[in-house]
């Protein structure tokens, strides 16, 4: 009965973003016939814009569990980074550097969390989970756990919607777009997107032919850091106001559209569009389970257990492999 499940499984998952795409059309149908708000052209668009900064985050935090770690500071580092943006705003600086502040914050969060990771070769669990808790103590500290509120409405228009043919398109959605291009790019055609994949699957063999693994890492995780700071801004200019318990959860949903989109916890597997669809999955089914009045205190559970149901998936699909 195991190895009928397993062969069936290897079946309907041989690409894990095809059963993510499934997924996310088979939620999308229930929810539009049991729903009549779902489908409304505002309630769509809401959900696009909902999990765009999510997705954005998730492309960082995919790298760096296809080279075989986690980071579980992305959701501190989102609401840090809008807070500094915000901060030096509030100041006075122009809008242009404090945005490039706010996004220099989470490289550096990112480069700490790789140099450790990498070099001083600690568990990224561990690193990543001090780190969350020493960006989110100094989110609380700078602001003594108020928000920072009337920020520049040249910084909130990019939480807004743009003209593009007559059609209004979310200026969030647009980056996400953007980079989405630009990582997938980056994966399936540089010389840093194969060490990327090699170093989840064999690190050996990067070791072997000389390339300095550290150094991969290190970029990985300050890339991811970038990512997040780049949807905490996006983020805090959606909402008009920046404060220190921003993101706080995120972490859940950004690994969750990283795993359900296809890549896998075991390293070595895992692809941009994939994670777009994963984020997508994410959002749908929470905007679903409010529609339809599922408990709110329950809805995590909901979505854990599908990330523990992926998981699965992907074991049983790996075993059938061996």
Same mark, same amino acid.
């Given at each position: 009965?195991?190895?009928?499940?397993?062969?069936?499984?290897?079946?309907? !998952?041989?690409?894990?973003?095809?059963?993510?795409?499934?997924?996310?059309?088979?939620?999308?149908?229930?929810?539009?016939?049991?729903?009549?708000? !779902?489908?409304?052209?505002?309630? %769509?668009?809401?959900?696009?814009?909902? !999990?765009?900064?999510?997705?954005?985050?998730?492309?960082?935090?995919? @790298?760096?569990?296809?080279?075989?770690?986690?980071?579980?500071?992305?959701?501190?580092?989102?609401?840090?980074?809008?807070?500094?943006?915000?901060?030096?705003?509030?100041?006075?600086?122009?809008?242009?550097?404090?945005?490039?502040?706010?996004?220099?914050?989470?490289?550096?969060?990112?480069?700490?969390?790789?140099?450790?990771?990498?070099?001083?070769?600690?568990?990224? !669990?561990?690193?990543?989970?001090?780190?969350?808790?020493?960006?989110?103590?100094?989110?609380?500290?700078?602001?003594?756990?108020?928000?920072?509120?009337?920020?520049?409405?040249?910084? $909130?228009? %990019?939480?807004?919607?743009?003209?593009?043919?007559?059609?209004?398109?979310?200026?969030?959605?647009?980056?996400?777009?953007?980079?989405?291009?630009?990582?997938?790019?980056?994966?399936?055609?540089?010389?840093?997107?194969?060490?990327?994949?090699?170093?989840?699957?064999?690190?050996?063999?990067?070791?072997?032919?000389?390339?300095?693994?550290?150094?991969?890492?290190?970029?990985?995780?300050?890339?991811?850091?970038?990512?997040?700071?780049?949807?905490?801004?996006?983020?805090?200019?959606? @909402?008009?106001?920046?404060?220190?318990?921003?993101?706080?959860?995120?972490?859940?949903?950004?690994?969750?559209?990283?795993?359900?989109?296809?890549?896998?916890?075991?390293?070595?597997?895992?692809?941009?569009?994939?994670?777009?669809?994963?984020?997508?999955?994410?959002?749908? @089914? $929470?905007?679903?389970?409010?529609?339809?009045?599922?408990?709110?205190?329950?809805?995590?559970?909901?979505?854990?257990?599908?990330?523990?149901?992926?998981?699965?998936?992907?074991?049983?699909?790996? $075993?059938?492999?061996?």
């Amino acid at each position: 009965m195991l190895k009928s499940v397993q062969r069936l499984t290897m079946l309907i !998952f041989a690409r894990r973003e095809s059963a993510a795409l499934a997924l996310l059309l088979a939620i999308g149908t229930l929810l539009g016939l049991q729903s009549e708000t !779902f489908l409304t052209p505002n309630n %769509l668009l809401n959900v696009v814009r909902s !999990f765009s900064w999510i997705a954005i985050a998730a492309f960082g935090e995919s @790298l760096v569990i296809i080279i075989g770690g986690i980071d579980l500071s992305v959701g501190a580092v989102m609401g840090l980074a809008g807070l500094i943006g915000a901060r030096c705003m509030q100041s006075g600086m122009p809008l242009l550097p404090a945005i490039v502040a706010g996004l220099l914050t989470g490289c550096l969060v990112g480069w700490i969390n790789g140099t450790i990771v990498g070099r001083v070769r600690l568990p990224p !669990f561990m690193v990543t989970l001090g780190t969350m808790s020493i960006v989110r103590g100094i989110a609380f500290g700078l602001t003594g756990g108020w928000p920072i509120r009337d920020l520049p409405m040249a910084f $909130r228009l %990019l939480g807004r919607d743009m003209e593009l043919y007559s059609v209004a398109v979310p200026v969030p959605v647009l980056v996400m777009a953007f980079l989405a291009v630009v990582m997938s790019l980056l994966l399936t055609h540089t010389v840093q997107g194969t060490y990327i994949y090699t170093l989840g699957s064999n690190e050996r063999a990067l070791l072997v032919s000389g390339v300095n693994v550290a150094q991969v890492k290190v970029f990985v995780y300050t890339l991811c850091g970038l990512l997040a700071a780049v949807g905490g801004l996006l983020m805090t200019a959606r @909402l008009g106001v920046a404060a220190p318990t921003a993101a706080t959860g995120y972490e859940l949903d950004i690994i969750a559209a990283a795993v359900i989109g296809g890549t896998s916890l075991f390293g070595g597997e895992g692809s941009i569009l994939g994670v777009l669809v994963g984020a997508a999955v994410m959002q749908v @089914l $929470r905007n679903g389970l409010v529609l339809s009045g599922f408990p709110a205190y329950w809805q995590t559970t909901v979505l854990g257990t599908m990330i523990l149901l992926f998981i699965l998936l992907d074991y049983w699909r790996r $075993r059938g492999q061996v």
